[in-house]
């Protein structure tokens, strides 16, 4: 799923990324605010002639929470999601060789940001209450429950992620989608199910804006996918995208 500043966003918001290689999750600015806390501290120097509540910051990385308008084309295929399975985020990075919104160059790139492995789904018009005990402090924090005041709104789910198996990298993963033989384009594929081709139609672009399923791990060709993006997830962050899952 394509989350945070995007390329719309260049002017007010853009998600840096350092030459260490840590990031920081720069959310979408929105013209009015919104429910819940705004942008955290470590982003406002990144973010210019917005307010700080004027952003939707979802997902919510501390609550290991993501939630979505299913009846929203582009989120459609959420309504499919079950329990253990995985959500896969990315989004547009800009380098930045300083400390603000001055340090910015023109490089950019796209990137895997971050994993949620679904614990636990709040359907539509459920309430806080209906939530488990132990994930109902940190639902109570994601934007789609604040914005109901207590209540998932309708046509929006919420999932929770199991702490385990979910986190928002500390070092985002390159897709490398200016090489043909960048990650995107290994593992990757086209709504059709064949494998996206640097330069070629389907663009990545169009195949990934909706979100959707990439991978059925019961499926051969699917796993070996899965796995290159796993290994390329382990060196950069050290994190196991399939840990415990029988792959």
Same mark, same amino acid.
């Given at each position: 799923?394509?989350?945070? *500043?995007?390329?719309?966003?260049?002017? =007010? !918001?853009?998600?840096? @990324?350092? !030459?260490?290689?840590?990031?920081?999750?720069?959310?979408?600015?929105?013209?009015?605010?919104?429910?819940?806390?705004?942008?955290?501290?470590?982003?406002?120097? +990144?973010?210019?002639?917005?307010?700080? $509540?004027?952003?939707?910051?979802?997902?919510?990385?501390?609550?290991?929470?993501?939630?979505?308008?299913?009846?929203?084309? $582009? !989120?459609?295929?959420?309504?499919? /999601?079950?329990?253990?399975?995985?959500?896969? +985020?990315?989004?547009?990075? %800009?380098?930045?060789?300083? *400390?603000?919104?001055? #340090?910015?160059?023109?490089? $950019?790139? %796209?990137?895997?940001?971050? *994993?949620?492995?679904?614990?636990?789904?709040?359907?539509?018009?459920?309430?806080?209450?209906?939530?488990?005990?132990?994930?109902?402090?940190?639902? !109570?924090?994601?934007?789609?429950?604040?914005?109901?005041?207590?209540?998932?709104?309708?046509?929006?789910?919420?999932?929770?992620?199991?702490?385990?198996?979910?986190?928002?990298?500390?070092?985002? /993963?390159?897709?490398?989608?200016?090489?043909?033989? #960048?990650? @995107?384009?290994?593992?990757?594929?086209?709504?059709?199910?064949?494998?996206?081709?640097?330069?070629?139609?389907?663009? %990545?672009?169009?195949?990934?804006?909706?979100?959707? =399923? @990439? %991978?059925?791990?019961?499926?051969?060709?699917?796993?070996? $996918?899965?796995?290159?993006?796993?290994? *390329?997830?382990?060196?950069?962050?050290?994190?196991?995208?399939? =840990?415990?899952?029988?792959?």
């Amino acid at each position: 799923m394509n989350i945070g *500043a995007n390329t719309s966003h260049s002017a =007010k !918001a853009r998600s840096p @990324i350092f !030459a260490n290689g840590s990031f920081i999750y720069v959310p979408f600015p929105t013209r009015r605010p919104k429910p819940g806390p705004g942008y955290p501290a470590e982003a406002l120097p +990144f973010v210019r002639s917005v307010g700080r $509540r004027c952003t939707h910051a979802d997902p919510d990385w501390e609550g290991l929470s993501y939630g979505d308008r299913c009846s929203n084309p $582009r !989120a459609a295929s959420l309504r499919s /999601v079950a329990v253990g399975d995985i959500l896969l +985020f990315w989004g547009l990075l %800009w380098r930045n060789v300083g *400390a603000d919104w001055a #340090g910015f160059t023109r490089d $950019r790139g %796209w990137y895997l940001l971050g *994993a949620l492995r679904v614990e636990e789904i709040a359907e539509s018009g459920q309430s806080l209450q209906r939530v488990s005990s132990r994930n109902r402090a940190r639902a !109570a924090r994601n934007a789609h429950f604040l914005s109901g005041h207590g209540v998932a709104p309708k046509d929006e789910r919420v999932f929770l992620g199991a702490g385990r198996y979910s986190t928002r990298f500390s070092r985002p /993963v390159d897709l490398a989608v200016s090489k043909p033989s #960048g990650l @995107i384009y290994r593992a990757f594929t086209s709504s059709g199910g064949a494998l996206l081709s640097y330069g070629m139609s389907p663009s %990545w672009r169009s195949s990934l804006r909706s979100c959707r =399923k @990439i %991978w059925d791990l019961r499926d051969r060709a699917d796993r070996a $996918r899965a796995k290159l993006v796993r290994d *390329a997830i382990l060196r950069s962050d050290g994190f196991d995208l399939l =840990k415990d899952h029988s792959v």
